[in-house]
């Protein structure tokens, strides 16, 4: 006699809660118009009968309940935020993340995500992609998609986006309110266009307004760099040599922060009291004794489980576009103080 248990099946899960195959099937899909009296009573009997859903049953009935996640650089430790909000949303709602990463241009990016698509990913998470709103545009066609970090609104997919202009606002009000003048901002200039929508250009324009906003118009300095340690440092060098270097600099990104406070620090230049640095992000390094970097939290972690929950309800039928715009909190810390010449 074989001594295998039976494996329990989406019927015997109904028949143990005393609820139809429909209402199990809906609560497993997350799906709207589910009680939590429900919710709770299913999930009871698939832990008491041992059930575990079938990817590949699940995939025969049109779904393989997987998630393809496209990022730009895993080397930016903001990206694993998004990516951990993701990852939560998702296995709770019954679905797995897989992740790819293409930081070579819009060609790779392309072969990426249709190597998704080949897949049968049931929908895809963009973590700001490359390429103009066209593109976009054609990957929302061929699945459900959510654009993460990209402002919206678009036609054919979601979007989910920090408010980048008022994070700037914040970053340039912080620095006018402590006497800095002659603010800089690095703006990230990479492999690709800048496209209007993508963060590096929206805070830009943010930074931009607020200086005008402040009575600084003829200060606006906007110096072209990378997002990274060594754009960041890179950008501390070219600054020191004006005759009139800046004060102060929205750096973008925490990790083009880290640049700039690691060259100060081999200068031998003492932060804030030489210069002021406000990072972007609120990456986990930023708020360490050692760092204590004043910065933008994004409320990353949110980001990414909203972004999810929008994919599967485009995964569910919604057509509609969503375009949602987070709010952004300035964290003051250790690299912002007066300005040297205030006084």
């Known amino acids: 006699m074989n001594g295998q248990q039976k494996r329990a099946t989406i019927s015997d899960v109904a028949e143990h809660a005393g609820v139809s195959r429909a209402a199990v099937s809906k609560v497993l899909r997350g ?6 009296v429900m919710k709770k009573r299913v999930e009871e009997s698939m832990e008491a009968l041992g059930y575990r859903p079938s990817a590949l049953a699940r995939g025969m009935r049109g779904r393989s309940f997987t998630l393809g996640v496209f990022v730009v650089d895993l080397s930016n430790t903001f990206v694993t935020v998004l990516i951990e909000g993701i990852r939560a949303e998702a296995e709770s709602r019954g679905y797995q993340v897989f992740i790819g990463e293409a930081d070579m241009g819009l060609a790779q990016q392309q072969q990426m995500i249709d190597a998704m698509l080949d897949r049968k990913m049931d929908g895809l998470v963009l973590i700001a992609p490359f390429g103009p709103e066209e593109e976009l545009e054609r990957i929302g066609r061929s699945a459900p998609t959510v654009v993460l970090g990209r402002h919206g609104p678009g036609q054919g997919y979601d979007t989910v986006a920090s408010d980048d202009i008022a994070g700037s606002a914040l970053i340039v ?4 309110s402590l006497g800095h003048r002659r603010i800089a901002h690095l703006k990230h200039v990479g492999r690709e266009k800048n496209e209007s929508t993508m963060p590096q250009s929206v805070r830009a324009d943010g930074y931009v307004q607020a200086m005008v906003r402040n009575g600084l118009e003829k200060e606006v300095d906007v110096i072209e760099s990378r997002w990274n340690h060594e754009g960041g440092a890179a950008a501390v060098d ?9 004060t102060a600099v929205h750096t973008g990104t925490d990790m083009a ?3 700039v406070l690691a060259r100060f620090f081999e200068l031998g230049l003492p932060i804030p009291e030489n210069f002021s640095v406000v990072g972007y992000d609120n990456a986990r390094a930023a ?4 760092v204590a970097l004043t910065t933008v939290d994004q409320s990353g972690f949110e980001m990414g489980t909203l972004a999810t929950k929008f994919l599967v309800e485009r995964i569910e039928g919604r057509q509609e576009p ?10 003051i810390r250790r690299t912002t103080g007066p300005a040297p010449d205030a006084g």
């Open 322 to 331: 969503q375009a949602a715009l987070v709010q952004p909190t300035l964290m």
């Open 257 to 259: 922060a880290f640049g």
């Open 287 to 290: 708020s360490l004794p050692q």
């Open 31 to 36: 799906a709207y118009g589910v009680s939590d």
């Open 173 to 176: 009000d912080h620095l006018v």
């Open 238 to 246: 070219f600054m020191l040599k004006r005759d009139t270097p800046p």
